[in-house]
Structure formats: C-alpha cells, structure tokens
C-alpha cells in the first residue's frame, strides 16, 4: 500500500501521512490548524511505494475527492490493469470515472518492448506481414518498419519496463 502524505491548504496547520482511506478520513476529522480551526482541504502527495503505483498516482490525478477510489484500485488492480490505465488516462487522454468503468476495457494496444523495432520484429515473427520465407528473412529492414510504426505507436517507460503502445 503507499504512504501518501495529506498537506492542508491552510498554512497555519500541520498534514499528516497516511496509508489507507480510513486512516485519512480519522485524521482529517480531527486535523486543526494552529489558530484550532479545522481544516477541510487537502492537497494529496504521493511520498513511497511501488513504482507503478506512483506512476498510477501521476496519471490519477490525486485529489482529496479521488484518494478513496484510488487506494481502492492500487488494492485491487493487477499489474496490467494499472499499465493500461496509466497509459490510457496518463497518456492518451481518456476520461475516466472509477465508479463507472473498467481499465480493462479501454481501446489501447500495449506491449512489452524495448524499441519500436523490437515491436516490429515481433510483429514479423507473429505473422503480421504475411508469411515470409526463411531466405528472405535476413532482408528484412526491421529498423524501416519500426519508424513506420512510430506513426501508430508510442513508447513509454512505466515502473522500470518499457512499453509500446496505441491509443485507439
């Protein structure tokens, strides 16, 4: 689970670390400022965790009206979930409403390469282009098809692994 940080809009008082939506909401009940106003906005930082989650967090859009949702996707989100959301929200600009949709069902083509040609040599091998004889196969110009495929795809690096990926 991160460790998320609530720091109050009001700077006479004083935030407060947290790990759950629990935690957050006893001890945002109870945070006063140093005059003994309470305070009721919140701005949210991301401070430890996973990397993914942290990338999660950037593409979320931590909010004090979002965190609850939020800690309940880096809970129950698996790996590729987190990925496609990141890259759909994060990247290509989708809307996203956690009470309503699901990360699995966003339009986006996701794969697990170092380059672009490294995408186009998987593509060759998966038979994209046809099927191509062996003594033709050292001919190939994986690099050419790489930058023709930067036209669709993009790559980005999410939690130390690399990804090329379209937005549909």
Known sequence: MPRLHAQPYNI????????????????????VSDHGEPVEEFEIQFIDGEEIDCAL????????????????????WVGHQKRRFIVAV?????DFDPHKNDPDLFDVDLYEVDSLKELAERFVDEGLFGDIPDRFACYIDYHAIGRDLACDYSMIEIAGDHYAYRCG
């Open 12 to 31: 006479a008082a004083r935030g407060f670390y947290f790990d759950s939506a629990e935690e957050f909401e006893a001890k945002a009940k109870t945070c």
């Open 57 to 76: 967090a950037r593409a979320w859009g931590l909010f004090q009206s979002n965190v609850h949702q939020y800690l309940t996707a880096v809970d129950r």
């Open 90 to 94: 994060g990247e290509c600009g989708y």
